[in-house]
């Protein structure tokens, strides 16, 4: 079975902190890919990173980085230097090579919020 | 400019009542779904559809159904049988080859009265 989980229902930082947004995964696959979202209120979700499963390698992208480890099965995002424009609800996603027409497994979604 | 477009952004229903979603894309994906966002509940899957007249179930799919004449269009209908309408729906396409992410559409707010 294909899970995912966001134990943080909502987070609130002070602007200019860091803030991790923790993402678990469950999967008997061992090729899949997992994907992180970002939505603000507009509504329209907004794809920020993907990552297969055999590239362990954090990623960084300005403000952005995601810790990949297999051994825990986590995908964690941190956003470093908080900003206002920063809060919105960030979903993280599974998808497997087992799944019939590609399905996207998604969490409940952490929503942040960043304090000015 | 590319995308996916959902029609109306705001609906409202009255109770007993069949109602369509639109979503359409000029992407040239090839596989079109549908999401359902409830409040503290993340994205279920409706439907999806990897390519023209053709789709299977998601793990919510009673109360609702869809349609895929065209490669760009993929309109959603809540039924009447469809208990509790009222949500946030999403309408996503992808490429079918490799592992490349969904795009996502700006979504429709369902009310039922």
């Known amino acids: 079975a294909q899970k995912v989980t966001q134990a943080q229902t909502e987070i609130s930082v002070v602007e200019k902190e860091d803030v991790t947004l923790d993402c678990v995964y469950e999967?008997?696959?061992?090729?899949?890919?997992l994907f992180w979202y970002k939505q603000p209120p507009s509504g329209e979700l907004v794809f920020l990173i993907r990552?297969?499963?055999?590239?362990?390698q954090n990623e960084i992208s300005g403000r952005y980085s995601w810790n990949f480890q297999k051994s825990t099965s986590s995908f964690n995002f941190t956003i470093t230097a908080s900003q206002v424009v920063d809060s919105a609800v960030y979903f993280c996603?599974?998808?497997?090579?087992?799944?019939?027409?590609?399905?996207?497994?998604f969490g409940t979604g952490t929503s942040l919020t960043v304090i000015p | 400019d590319g995308g996916i477009t959902q029609s109306p952004k705001y609906l409202f229903r009255k109770e007993g009542q069949n109602v369509t979603l639109s979503c359409e894309q000029n992407?040239?994906?090839?596989?079109m779904y549908w999401y359902r966002q409830d409040p503290g509940q993340g994205l279920r899957l409706i439907y999806y559809?990897?390519?023209?007249?053709?789709?299977q179930k998601g793990d919510i799919a009673e109360g609702y159904s869809v349609s895929r004449e065209k490669k760009e269009s993929f309109p959603l209908t809540v039924t009447s049988a469809q208990k509790n309408p009222t949500a946030f729906y999403l309408c996503?396409?992808?490429?079918?080859?490799?592992?490349?992410?969904?795009?996502f559409g700006p979504g429709t707010r369902l009310t039922v009265l």
């Open positions: 996503a396409s992808r490429t079918r080859q490799g592992w490349n992410e969904q795009f």
């Open positions: 999967t008997r696959d061992t090729t899949y890919y």
């Open positions: 990552r297969n499963s055999f590239d362990e």
């Open positions: 996603a599974l998808s497997s090579l087992s799944n019939t027409g590609n399905q996207f497994y």
């Open positions: 992407l040239n994906h090839d596989a």
């Open positions: 559809s990897q390519i023209v007249n053709d789709f």
